[in-house]
Each structure stands twice: as structure tokens, then as C-alpha cells.
């Protein structure tokens, strides 16, 4: 980092099915509650970064900069950023650069979505927008079908069995039970995920996230302190196409981002003690993992193994109920991810946590390593 | 800014009815002729951002920051951003704040827009929604039915005719003819202007630039050197809704942009020279060099009835041809008048010129004042 930047204040909507609410009323309370935590003044804020993917499509709203900014009495310079789910780490890691460019001093970054203002089909249908237009979508694929093809490779490298893999959702949903914010607080067992409708083969319903309407915001500053600071802000990609890549069990960008996150923030992995990381489907989470180096390729089950058991690890994961648990609204996601680690952080008095977001299937990663100065 | 920015490569497609073509063709026509034009070498681009609006709904192809680092052997790190038709300048901001974080060294900026693989019904919709949804959309206003009102609210204002807004369309038109990336490349006299089509009074067919493909690429960097030296960037924000105005005549936003650059590159305003500005309607060429500065309030006009009659002016305005003769795929525009500028400034032995683009009526704007070091 060229300076420190600090988490001075985040805020978010419940995550779910808000049949009664709009893009605008989303962000504008993640927004006020990012502000009245941040203890600033809505003045206090000069630049706006919006994350968003589907809105065009969902909402015929583009433009969100514009939008939020005008949610704000001084109408500060917006934009907005995509990088299809993983817009809003994409979305911090621009907030960083204007902030260490000195073009802005306190830089409000929010991410939202309004996923059921659509039909399941107009929304899948968009969501396929992540992936490549001329190489992947015309075989047919949606993304439960192209990490279902993820899966499959999964268990034939690594003999993964489907007992095994319905852990990862149960864990989720047992943590976001203990979440206000969450769309699911609901008990799910491991017997229930392996029964529940098939969706793409070996992947069922219980293993993927829903479609989610929420929004979550941050208030990122230089000027203004807090406990909570950034350590390191990383961006890589990857190709889009999954039929260009030379494997489908490990996410290179993932792996490229962490390596720098950890060399900027100056840390090994094992002192990172808090994790969220990016369970768009239950597989995810194995590979997640094994790319950002939490376990060795194939054995990623073994922390969810033992957590779902309540044995003691070094390394908290998704406790927040991760996307499953907690909904994903595809670009609200990442900046929701970095709110968690701070509050994590703090009521637990750890130094260390990680936000691990991605697009498509992983063909943009951000990785966000936040520091408790107060640990 | 920070540290010195150089603009070290540009390079774009013809703009126009690309049938043929597809995103990812001209995005990669557009990149390879920058790389060219640059002598560097794809490895050289440490960074990609992208601008871009419309590609999901034209082509259901998010995420295309990750399909341009595709295109590159090392896959840099990418997003894509977007502020409707100003995409392009809150891109090369986005750029500019990477290289002054030092996060990059070289970044490629790439705008792009494949607007005619879309009906003309389904691009108009797509397009009404750099306007706000909830606010501006449900009374039925089309971008043409917007600049129509404020081109009455002119008129009523400052007097201004129908056979003088003409001789803006016939300006840019007789620019366009000299340009080999144009869309139009004929004569199109001032009567004719005034006698095509109605389409949203006082607003004729030839006052309003066209649905258009086409892409363009700048290459920005800290590390490798030109004679054009990038010296301010700025971006500046109105409220969404044109219902909460103040005025329809004069857009805040430019003002303020324009202020900020011109006190980041500490010049005074008369030391331009060139200049490309966002006239997507007539009417909009008009109320910019008002805004900017170069005309008082409703003597816009002044400034083209002298270079129509060839008269000489300190100001060269719209030489390229502007969005009516070049066409105007939306977020490709930004970067095309910066890729202009920087050729009219090298051609003419000029100084100083200015990139001026926004999107929707003005929410967002985005100005980028470039210096010849060999003038």
C-alpha cells in the first residue's frame, strides 16, 4: 500500500427476497447505515464506487455512479465497476488506487443488486453474461452446469464423495443461523443437501446460492482512522472461457492474488486467522481453499470435515454463512465480504482476515487482507 | 497529478455498421493497433480497464475486463467500468488513479460498444437506461425526446434558430470527411440538416449522432515515455434525474470538471487549442463550450458560424468529426477523442488540448487535458 488506508465504517441491507424494495432503497440504506457507523457525515465522502452487474438487465438501470452519487447532498464523482460476482472486491480494489492516486481522501464503495425483479430464466440468462459469449455460452452451459463440470473433475482427481461435499452448506448454514443479515437462518444437515433436488450433476439445490436482492456498502478513508486497516488490495484474472484453461480443479487467479495480497501486507497465511471466501457452489469453497493455500490440493474437506464437527481450527471460514447462507447478490457480495472481516476481527480479537471474491468461474478474483490494529 | 502519465499509445476501428464483427473482433483490432502504434509489447500492460454499456444487453456478454486480458498472453489483472456514454473517460481516470497509486505502470484502456447486433427499439430502450429508471424513464422520454426539451428550453432562452443549431451537424460532418475512422465521411449541408426527419422537435435526424460499433484503445504509462503528456483527469457528477435540475441549458458537472482539470494541469483556459467534445445531440455541442468556458451563455453558436464560414478561431472543435460524423458507440467514444486529441495536437504543433465526454444528460462527465511537449 503507498498509504494507510483504513475500513472506517460498513453497513448492508438483509440479504433475500425484497419483493417490496428497489435498487435505489437498497443502496440507500447500506449507504446511511455504512455512514451512521462510520460516525462521518455524509460530506465527509468524496468519491462513490459502485459495484454492480445485473442492474441493465433487471432494473434497465445502468449508470449507477450517477445514481448513488446523487443520493448524496454534494453529488461527489462516481463510476461504476463490473467484474460480473466478483464486482465488488474489484470495486474496493478501485476505491484503494483512488485513495492512494490522493484523488480522494474518504471513498464510499457500494455494491448492490436486485436479482428478483426478474424471472429465474431472465436472471440465469444474465448471469451467463460472466462467462464467454462466443466460447462457453453456446454449448448450452449455465454456471451450476459449468460447476457441476467443475465438480465432476473434483471427485474423479480427488475421490471426493458426495457425503463429503454436502458438509460444505451445512456448515454455512449453521453459521449464518447466528447472522441478522443472512436470507437463510435455517439448520440444514448434511443428509438434507445430498437429498435435495438435483440441479447438475452431482451438484443439488442445497449446493448452490440463491438469487438474492441486497446491498452492502464501505466507507474506505486516509484521512479518517480507525482499528480496522487495509493491508493489502489485489486484483488478477483469468481467461473467461473455462474451455481455455488447463485445469478445471484449481482457479489461477485466486492463487495469483493471494500470492500478492500476502506479499503486500508483509504476512504468512498462517496468521490469517478469519476467512471469507467466495461459495457460490459448494465445490468453490473446496477449491478456494486449496488455491489460496489453506489446505493441499483435494484435501480442502478437511477443515469443513472438522469444523462441521466443532473441532478447534486456526482459520474461521464463512462465518458469516458465506454466499450460501447468506444470499448472494452478485456484486454486493465482495464489499458484504470485507463488512464480515471486520466485524469478525473485532468481536473476536483477531489480527488477521481475508475476503476472497470472484467472477464467473474465477476469471476475476479480488483478494482483500484487512488488519485489527487493536488484536 | 502524482507523477507524470504519458499517453504512449493509441489506436482504434472504423466506427460505423461493423456487421461483421463482433465485441471481442473489435476490441481486439482496437488493442492491437494501440500496442503497434505504442512499440511496445503486450507484455509491456501491466493493467486493462475496460468501458463499456451495453454489451450485456446487445450481447449478453458481461465481465469484459476479463475478455480483454484474454486477449493478452500474461491475462493482467482487468475490470471494466462504466458511466453510460462517459464510460471512456471514467475509464481513463480509473487508468490514471492505478498509475498514480503505482499499482501499474502501463495500463491499457479499452472502450467498446457492438451496438447494431440489437434491434434499433431494443438499443433505445438499452440506452434509456443512463437514465434514472424510477424518475425520468416512466414518462416515456427517450435520449432524444431529453436533448429535444432542453434544445427548446435554449431556444426559449438565448433565442437561438433552427437554421443555426444546423450549421453544428454541418461542422462536424465536414470534419468528419477528412477522418478515415469516421462513419460518415460526406458533406451534409446546413438545409439539410434542417430538413431531415423530425425526431424529437426541434431535434431533426441530423442533429442526433447514430447507433454505432466500433472500439478505440490508449495505452497510459509512468514507465515508457511520449511527447504527450497526460495532465489532468478529472470526473465530476450530477444528480441522475434530469427532474431534479436546476437548470436544462447549462451542465453542472462540465463546469465542474472543467474547473478542477484546468487547476490540475495549472493552465489557463485560452491555452487550448484543440478540443473534442460530447456532442451526441447538436444542441449539446452548444451548451459544452458554454459550460467549458470558450463562450458565454447562449454564444456557443458564435463559435460555429465562424469556423463554418472558415474563419479562423483559437479553438479547434470537433476535428475528428465529433460523435455525429464519427458515430458514437457509447463507451468508446471517451477513449476515441483522447486517441484524437492526441493526433490533432502532434499534427498542428498545439500545445494543449481537451477530451470532454459524459453520459446521460450530463450525470457524469469526464475531462482529460493533454500537453505536446514538442510545441
Same mark, same amino acid.
Given at each position: 500500500?503507498?498509504?494507510?488506508?483504513?475500513?472506517?465504517?460498513?453497513?448492508?441491507?438483509?440479504?433475500?427476497?425484497?419483493?417490496?424494495?428497489?435498487?435505489?432503497?437498497? @443502496?440507500?440504506? $447500506?449507504?446511511?447505515?455504512?455512514?451512521?457507523? /462510520? !460516525? =462521518? &457525515?455524509?460530506?465527509? *465522502?468524496?468519491?462513490?464506487?459502485?459495484?454492480?452487474?445485473?442492474?441493465?438487465?433487471?432494473?434497465?438501470?445502468?449508470?449507477?455512479?450517477?445514481?448513488?452519487?446523487?443520493?448524496?447532498?454534494?453529488?461527489?464523482?462516481?463510476?461504476?465497476?463490473?467484474?460480473?460476482?466478483?464486482?465488488?472486491?474489484?470495486?474496493?480494489?478501485?476505491?484503494?488506487?483512488?485513495?492512494?492516486?490522493?484523488?480522494?481522501?474518504?471513498?464510499?464503495?457500494?455494491?448492490?443488486?436486485?436479482?428478483?425483479?426478474?424471472?429465474?430464466?431472465?436472471?440465469?440468462?444474465?448471469? @451467463?453474461?460472466? $462467462?464467454?459469449?462466443?466460447?462457453?455460452?453456446? /454449448? !448450452? =452451459? &449455465?454456471?451450476?452446469? *459449468?460447476?457441476?463440470?467443475?465438480?465432476?473433475?473434483?471427485?474423479?482427481?480427488?475421490?471426493?464423495?458426495?457425503?463429503?461435499?454436502?458438509?460444505?452448506?451445512?456448515?454455512?448454514?449453521?453459521?449464518?443461523?447466528?447472522?441478522?443479515?443472512?436470507?437463510?437462518?435455517?439448520?440444514?444437515?448434511?443428509?438434507?443437501?445430498?437429498?435435495?433436488?438435483?440441479?447438475?450433476?452431482?451438484?443439488?439445490?442445497?449446493?448452490?446460492?440463491?438469487?438474492?436482492?441486497?446491498?452492502?456498502?464501505?466507507?474506505?478513508?486516509?484521512?479518517?482512522?480507525?482499528?480496522?486497516?487495509?493491508? $493489502?488490495?489485489?486484483?488478477?484474472?483469468?481467461?473467461?472461457?473455462?474451455?481455455?484453461?488447463?485445469?478445471?480443479?484449481?482457479?489461477?487467479?485466486?492463487?495469483?492474488?493471494?500470492?500478492?495480497?500476502?506479499?503486500?501486507?508483509?504476512?504468512?497465511?498462517?496468521?490469517?486467522?478469519?476467512?471469507?471466501?467466495?461459495?457460490?457452489?459448494?465445490?468453490?469453497?473446496?477449491?478456494?481453499?486449496?488455491?489460496?493455500?489453506?489446505?493441499?490440493?483435494?484435501?480442502?474437506?478437511?477443515?469443513?470435515?472438522?469444523?462441521?464437527?466443532?473441532?478447534?481450527?486456526?482459520?474461521?471460514?464463512?462465518?458469516?454463512?458465506?454466499?450460501?447462507?447468506?444470499?448472494?447478490?452478485?456484486?454486493?457480495?465482495?464489499?458484504?465480504?470485507?463488512?464480515?472481516?471486520?466485524?469478525?476481527?473485532?468481536?473476536?480479537?483477531?489480527?488477521?482476515?481475508?475476503?476472497?471474491?470472484?467472477?464467473?468461474?474465477?476469471?476475476?478474483?479480488?483478494?482483500?487482507?484487512?488488519?485489527?490494529?487493536?488484536?
Amino acid at each position: 500500500m503507498q498509504c494507510d488506508v483504513f475500513l472506517v465504517g460498513t453497513g448492508q441491507t438483509r440479504f433475500g427476497e425484497l419483493f417490496d424494495r428497489s435498487t435505489r432503497d437498497v @443502496m440507500e440504506e $447500506a449507504i446511511g447505515n455504512a455512514i451512521e457507523n /462510520s !460516525g =462521518l &457525515t455524509s460530506l465527509d *465522502i468524496d468519491m462513490v464506487v459502485v459495484a454492480n452487474m445485473l442492474a441493465e438487465q433487471t432494473n434497465n438501470q445502468a449508470h449507477l455512479g450517477s445514481l448513488a452519487s446523487q443520493m448524496l447532498p454534494h453529488h461527489p464523482p462516481a463510476l461504476r465497476v463490473e467484474a460480473a460476482c466478483g464486482s465488488g472486491a474489484v470495486a474496493l480494489h478501485t476505491a484503494t488506487a483512488l485513495l492512494e492516486s490522493k484523488r480522494a481522501e474518504t471513498v464510499l464503495v457500494v455494491g448492490v443488486e436486485k436479482m428478483t425483479d426478474a424471472s429465474t430464466e431472465d436472471v440465469s440468462t444474465a448471469l @451467463m453474461g460472466a $462467462a464467454d459469449s462466443e466460447l462457453d455460452q453456446p /454449448s !448450452g =452451459l &449455465t454456471f451450476p452446469g *459449468i460447476f457441476g463440470l467443475i465438480a465432476q473433475r473434483y471427485m474423479h482427481e480427488y475421490g471426493l464423495t458426495r457425503e463429503q461435499l454436502s458438509l460444505v452448506s451445512a456448515l454455512h448454514h449453521r453459521n449464518g443461523m447466528r447472522n441478522p443479515f443472512a436470507q437463510f437462518r435455517i439448520e440444514v444437515t448434511p443428509e438434507a443437501v445430498s437429498q435435495s433436488s438435483p440441479v447438475a450433476d452431482p451438484l443439488r439445490l442445497l449446493d448452490c446460492s440463491p438469487i438474492s436482492d441486497g446491498a452492502a456498502a464501505c466507507i474506505l478513508s486516509t484521512l479518517h482512522r480507525s482499528p480496522l486497516r487495509l493491508a $493489502a488490495s489485489q486484483i488478477a484474472t483469468d481467461t473467461l472461457s473455462i474451455a481455455q484453461r488447463a485445469t478445471l480443479t484449481s482457479f489461477s487467479a485466486s492463487k495469483e492474488a493471494m500470492e500478492r495480497a500476502l506479499r503486500e501486507a508483509e504476512i504468512d497465511r498462517d496468521e490469517i486467522k478469519a476467512l471469507e471466501t467466495h461459495d457460490c457452489f459448494s465445490i468453490a469453497a473446496l477449491i478456494n481453499l486449496e488455491d489460496l493455500g489453506f489446505a493441499e490440493p483435494g484435501e480442502g474437506i478437511r477443515l469443513y470435515e472438522a469444523l462441521y464437527k466443532g473441532r478447534a481450527t486456526s482459520l474461521m471460514i464463512n462465518r458469516s454463512g458465506g454466499l450460501k447462507a447468506c444470499g448472494h447478490p452478485v456484486a454486493a457480495t465482495g464489499v458484504k465480504q470485507l463488512c464480515d472481516i471486520g466485524k469478525q476481527l473485532i468481536s473476536e480479537k483477531k489480527q488477521w482476515g481475508i475476503a476472497h471474491n470472484f467472477g464467473g468461474a474465477c476469471a476475476s478474483c479480488g483478494i482483500h487482507l484487512l488488519e485489527n490494529l487493536d488484536a
